[in-house]
């Protein structure tokens, strides 16, 4: 089982930018793809970015496209998702997920494992 553990949210401006951080551990990270996924209050999760196991493959929902880039570091067993040109509609609490297959999906029941999610709050 692999446990993930996400940090650098926090409370930014609109237009500005973030990073948030995923560590996993607990199996070969290399093997997954990794997503992240956002639910803002009183909104289902949706899938905002995912990536392949190598890192050669990327996907984005539309609304982030341009704005997000999601990357990772296998040596360092970490994703990342970095967010600019933000917006008080990204506001959500992020969550790092891990896959169950070496390539992402928007499909949350894809992945198997869950970070506890970190806060972003955009100001308006």
């Known amino acids: 089982q692999v446990q993930l553990v996400e940090s650098g949210g926090g409370l930014v401006q609109a237009g500005g930018s973030l990073r948030v951080s995923c560590a996993a551990s607990?199996?070969?990270?290399?093997?997954?793809?990794m997503g992240w996924f956002r639910q803002a209050p009183g909104k289902e999760r949706e899938f905002v970015a995912g990536i392949s196991w190598s890192g050669g493959l990327t996907q984005y929902t539309d609304s982030v496209k341009g704005r997000f880039t999601i990357s990772r570091d296998n040596a360092k067993n970490t994703v990342y998702l970095q967010m600019n040109s933000l917006k008080a509609e990204d506001t959500a609490v992020y969550y790092c997920?891990?896959?169950?297959?070496?390539?992402?999906?928007?499909?949350?029941?894809?992945?198997?494992?869950w970070g506890q999610g970190t806060q972003v709050t955009v100001s308006s």
């Open positions: 997920a891990a896959s169950v297959a070496g390539y992402p999906g928007t499909y949350g029941g894809n992945y198997d494992a």
């Open positions: 607990g199996r070969t990270f290399s093997n997954n793809a």
